[in-house]
């Protein structure tokens, strides 16, 4: 018996698989696998549409607090945003879904996996390299990719199968969403001159329209965010709980052209609200408490890791390399941040730890500092003769 486990999402694309696979690839059992990453989809008409479209089981598997836990953990602790910008959202729940769809098929000996990705995104490279790792030599399937099919297409293909078809009015983007935020591309958007309409946001509300602003606290311990307002949460009601408080005022509304890992140029926008505010708190905190050289060189590697995770290399060693050297510089990243929500801006007004190494004795311009004055005579004369020197042999060129 030929088995094939899909990647599922519930929607029009991977309904329709569920048939082709079977139909046109052969497959005598099709196991569809939809894992909540805390996208907002309903998963029982989901998992219906699933069956009812010739899957042998669908299996629902709930990642949210192990997808926050990691993924989302490594992502604030590394501040990564994509070419400055884009925390990475759909690049992070890739290897999570893949690694469940390739570990249910090594457990049920299947011949294939299968996605629902085109061949011009990035999420076809991040599900296929999480797979191999996973499941080194499996088949992988991408029937979108072998065949591009018209939405009308897969509805008529649907209706004729007897696969429910969503009623509401189909979105003219094409979005993914997990806890950590929201992607949203194509239809208008697709003219990167025109300005993103309203109707494309669910997250967040315009900055035009924010709220008066307020503060919120969050507490850290080892660089990762504990506590909101002084209660305590596990980090994907946290997240939750933050996109709720930052949405409202268009935090973390992103609108960009960025480079795709397959040599394109696409525009994007985002919605991560507690993404954004979060990341300006934890480095906010960071530089509190960080040495020089921690933060020099923590700095350098962030974009690193960003471009490494969005090209699909999260099963990397090199990746786990990055990982544990961000997570030695934690150790002692602990203590509150007080941000400001306001206006399209998480602003820090405040941090403290108690293993800050700001020195107000020494930073302070009041009586009672402690800075050594006569000391920063002798760090300029050796620092300056280098200087000199050069200045020196430029005066002889001249006058030569
Ligand atoms: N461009 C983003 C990325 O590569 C978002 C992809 C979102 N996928 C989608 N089907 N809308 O991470």
Redo the contacts with the bound molecule.
Sequence with gaps: MKTAVLAYSGGLDTSCMIAWLKEDYGYDEVVAVLVDVGQDTDFAPAIARGRAAGADDVVLLDRKEEFADDQVAKTLLANAL?EGA?P????LSRPMIAEAVAGLALELDAEAVAHG?TGK???QVRFELAFKAKFPGVKVIAPLRDNVWTRDEEIAYAEARGIPVQARQASPY???DNLFGR????GMLEDPWIAPPEDAFVLTGSPASAPAPVEVEIGFEQGLPVSLDGEELPLWKLVTALNGLAGPYGIGRIDMI?N?SVGIK?R?L?EAPAAIALIAAHSALEDLVLTKGEAVAKRELEPKWAKLV?DGSWFTPVREAYDAFFAKTQELVSGDVRLRLQAGTPTVVGRRSEHALYAETLASYATGETFPHQAAEGFIAIAALETELVAARERKLVRV
């Design positions: 994509y884009y990475l959202i759909s690049a990705c995104g990035n999420d094409s979005i993914d992607a949203i591309e194509a960025e795709r696409s994007e985002y969005y």
